[in-house]
Nanobody
Framework: VQLQESGPGLVKPSQTLSLTCTVT??????????WSWIRQPPGKGLEWMGA???????DYSPSLKSRTSISRDDAKNTVYLQMNSVIPEDTAVYYC????????????????WGQGTQVTVSS
């Protein structure tokens, strides 16, 4: 299974960040698999942002829930991230990754990762 993130490298403060994770070699509707978005700000550790499961159920980090939305397009085998009202502190490398039902034990159990995409929030 391969995951590839894509999206704009630069976003202005207060705008909406939109990222795409294209999955190949496996289906995003595979039972009991969860597709997560994770980010790593410069000089900091990995932060789990949220996930969407094979059933379509979503789960979000409480600290980001008000600004984050994860969705998917089954026909395109693609998972999306939207984050509203971005601020400079949202500058990070953003990853998509997949895990089984124990996805909440992040970072354990994450078998598949994309290479990440740099997003900078700046005017």
């Amino acid at each position: 299974v391969q995951l590839q993130e894509s999206g704009p490298g630069l976003v202005k403060p207060s705008q909406t960040l939109s990222l795409t994770c294209t999955v190949t070699g496996g289906s995003i509707t595979t039972n009991d698999y969860y597709w997560s978005w994770i980010r790593q700000p410069p000089g900091k550790g990995l932060e789990w942002m949220g996930a969407i499961g094979s059933s379509g159920r979503t789960d979000y980090s409480p600290s980001l829930k008000s600004r984050t939305s994860i969705s998917r397009d089954d026909a395109k085998n693609t998972v999306y991230l939207q984050m509203n009202s971005v601020i400079p502190e949202d500058t990070a490398v953003y990853y998509c990754a997949a895990a089984g039902p124990t996805y909440t034990l992040f970072p354990k159990g994450y078998n598949y990762w994309g290479q990440g995409t740099q997003v900078t929030v700046s005017s």
